[in-house]
């Protein structure tokens, strides 16, 4: 009877916590990371959202990939308020993510960039990452994935930045690591048959 008792208050709790976990009133942290292994401004740029009481502060961050003068200027370290309502419908659309079929998310690019999200309790909960997002984004099913991404960064205030242009830099991108992708295999193949064949 006791460990009746037992296995039922445990599935309650666990119960209670997983209800807690997919409502969005339980979010009171969500965060954008970019990372891109190549560039050198904005090599990592990140746009993280703190829910308070009467409004939510966002704080935007992007540093060089080099500790150099040279990328001072592009160094950006700010905070401002934005209200609550907007932080509470994006903590909404987040918990789209968890219908994404991770099966489907893989691409096989070495080099490129990658973008995360997190959200959750006091920083602490459901992380997304994903290389490219943008390539083949609805075949991968990360359609939301890249709309939440871009919910961010326009909050941030980052779409005037190369990286973030809408059609600027990153779709110039999408074509060309997918383009040198398919180009670095077809010379791999080029070069094999052509050893083989000494």
């Known amino acids: 009877m006791i460990n009746r008792i037992i296995l039922t208050l445990i599935l309650t709790a666990t119960s209670v916590i997983c209800s807690a976990q997919l409502s969005s009133n339980w979010i009171n942290y969500v965060a954008f990371k970019y990372v891109h292994s190549r560039r050198i401004p904005y090599n990592t740029v990140t746009v ?3 829910k308070e009481k009467n409004w939510t502060i966002v704080k935007v961050n992007a540093t060089p990939m080099f500790n150099d003068k040279e990328w001072d200027k592009t160094i950006i370290n ?26 489907k998310t893989d691409l096989n690019i070495k080099d ?3 973008w995360n999200i997190q959200f959750g309790r006091n920083s602490d909960g459901t992380n997304y990452i994903f290389e490219c997002p943008d390539v083949d984004q609805k075949k991968r099913g990360l ?4 709309r939440i991404c871009n919910m961010l960064i326009d909050i941030g205030g980052l779409r005037g930045l ?10 110039y991108n999408r074509r060309f690591y997918v383009n040198i992708h398919q180009q670095i295999e077809r010379n791999w193949w080029v070069e094999n048959n052509v050893y083989m064949l000494k």
């Open 48 to 50: 993280e959202l703190f």
């Open 78 to 103: 700010e905070s401002f308020k934005i209200s609550t309502n907007k932080f509470e419908k994006l903590s909404t659309e987040v918990l789209d993510l968890y219908k994404i079929d991770l099966s």
């Open 112 to 114: 490129g960039y990658s």
């Open 143 to 146: 359609n939301d994935f890249v």
């Open 162 to 171: 190369d990286a973030f242009k809408t059609n600027g830099w990153y779709q």
